[in-house]
């Protein structure tokens, strides 16, 4: 898998476990990451987190996106 495209699946997916309606879900998209991750340097990592967190907060500042 190309590093961009690891890059944005890992970011939407765990964006997509915090985001979860249930636990269920969430430990999927979670289990799902970690599989994507295993991959990825440390550095990779920490910026799809933080890249997660800061989509899930603008949307949260200016509405869903499309």
């Not at 915090?18 to 440390?42: F, G, L, P, Q, Y």
Request: aromatic content about 4%.
């Amino acid at each position: 898998m190309r590093t961009e495209t690891a890059e944005k699946l890992l970011t939407l997916t765990l964006k997509l476990s915090i985001e979860a309606e249930s636990e269920d879900i969430s430990k999927r998209c979670v289990d799902m990451a970690e599989s994507i991750a295993v991959n990825m340097t440390h550095k990779q990592v920490e910026l799809c987190k933080k890249a997660a967190l800061a989509a899930i907060q603008y949307e949260q500042e200016y509405g869903h996106a499309g």
